[in-house]
């Protein structure tokens, strides 16, 4: 999927987003606003990823959907 496509459509995606990735909280989508590298960053922090890792989760979900 276009990452400009899920930026477009934040809000419905920040739910999907959400069951995937638990830990995050609404205040951190809400911050998150879209952006692959803050996504991204913030995984890092909440599941201790690398980043690396959290690039590869990113793709792999979002080739999913």
């Known amino acids: 999927m276009n990452w400009d496509r899920i930026e477009g459509n934040w809000k ?3 739910g999907k987003i ?3 990735w638990g830990k995050l909280t609404d205040d951190d ?3 998150i606003a ?3 590298d803050q996504l ?8 201790g ?3 690396e890792q959290a690039e590869k989760e990113l793709n792999d979900y979002f080739e999913r959907i």
């Not at 991204?40 to 599941?47: K, N, P, T, V």
């Open 18 to 20: 959400k069951e995937q």
């Open 49 to 51: 990823y690398t980043k």
């Open 29 to 31: 989508l809400t911050e």
């Open 12 to 14: 419905q995606m920040s």
């Open 40 to 47: 991204a960053g913030r995984l890092q922090e909440r599941y």
């Open 34 to 36: 879209g952006k692959r």
